[in-house]
């Protein structure tokens, strides 16, 4: 009964942030559905990198609701194809523009009293309460952002009414909003969600990266499994107008030497942190002059996105590739 009462009361403040924030002679907010006790962390920032061709339901069904809570405003869109260019989440179903206009009053109050909803603080204390039981990442309107990197309003670098979000809202979703998985949809807390991606599950199987100097990073499609281990291994070399080096190591007049901005493995539950790559063919330095490959081992005590970095490479000026592949050993 008192636990009834509790969530009840949750989900009432949480359906009138006006009194929350002091927000005065705005719409109505959107109703709120029955809320468990339990809340959402903030979603992690997960950008896109994978393009698909429709939206996903927790994003459509975001727009719908606000939509037939706010009469007189429109939606800009949610789908865009990949060609358009850059990294959008637009490009795999996590994005939303709200035709909310900065300039005309009904819209802004419309666009204010979202906002003061979204970011209410509820009767159990959770600030931010609706942002987070939705799933979102970050939202842009009228020159500001707020991401869940920063839990506060920024200014937004940008030129002209629709990249500066003047006559629109952005709204960005991590995967388990996105995927409509989350406590406002559910009635149930939920995890991270990964990208819907394969997973490297196979003992024995193996995938190619191939991290191009000039962009000095890379991103794979697929998944690293939970509770795995797996065998990375780096090969090659790559040249700036400072010199040639390969993953690990850097040539000087001394021979090759290691530098402090190897090559990294990271991912959502991956980290660089105590990764050590022992060369195939140690100088005395730890460094493979002759055949240029390093190798080391990978846990994934939770499936993670995987992404390798190659430090101090990234300029137009660099050539030349690392190959990384990955194998499942265990």
Not at 85 to 109: C, I, L, M, N
Request: glycine share 10%; proline share 6%; net charge positive.
């Amino acid at each position: 009964m008192r636990r009834t009462l509790i969530t009840l009361l949750v989900a009432v403040a949480a359906s009138v942030p006006s009194t929350a924030v002091g927000a005065t002679n705005l719409p109505a907010p959107p109703k709120s559905p029955e809320l468990p006790l339990e809340i959402e962390a903030f979603a992690p920032y997960q950008p896109q990198f994978l393009c698909l061709s429709k939206v996903e339901p927790g994003v459509k069904a975001f727009e719908q609701l606000l939509l037939s809570t706010y009469p007189g405003t429109t939606s800009l869109g949610d789908m865009r194809p990949c060609d358009v260019g850059g990294t959008s989440e637009h490009y795999d179903g996590r994005a939303f523009d709200w035709g909310a206009d900065h300039r005309v009053p009904a819209q802004r109050k419309a666009g204010q009293s979202l906002l003061h909803w979204l970011f209410a603080t509820d009767a159990a204390g959770n600030e931010d309460a609706m942002f987070r039981r939705l799933g979102l990442m970050y939202v842009i309107w009228n020159k500001r952002i707020w991401g869940t990197w920063s839990h506060s309003w920024r200014p937004y670098s940008c030129s002209g009414v629709t990249d500066c979000h003047v006559n629109h809202i952005h709204f960005s979703f991590g995967w388990a909003g996105a995927r409509e998985r989350t406590s406002f949809w559910t009635g149930k807390v939920a995890g991270v969600l990964e990208p819907p991606l394969p997973k490297l599950a196979a003992v024995g199987a193996s995938r190619l990266l191939k991290v191009v100097a000039a962009t000095g990073t890379e991103t794979a499609h697929w998944l690293a499994a939970a509770g795995a281990t797996y065998r990375v291994t780096a090969k090659g070399t790559w040249r700036s107008p400072t010199g040639t080096a390969d993953a690990v190591c850097r040539k000087t007049d001394d021979g090759w030497q290691p530098r402090r901005d190897g090559l990294r493995v990271d991912g959502d539950t991956i980290h660089g942190w105590g990764q050590r790559w022992e060369p195939a063919h140690d100088n005395g330095s730890g460094c493979d002059g002759s055949t240029h490959t390093y190798r080391m081992a990978l846990e994934t005590p939770e499936a993670s996105t995987v992404r390798v970095e190659l430090g101090g490479a990234g300029k137009a000026a660099d050539s030349g590739a690392i190959r990384v592949r990955v194998v499942r050993t265990a």
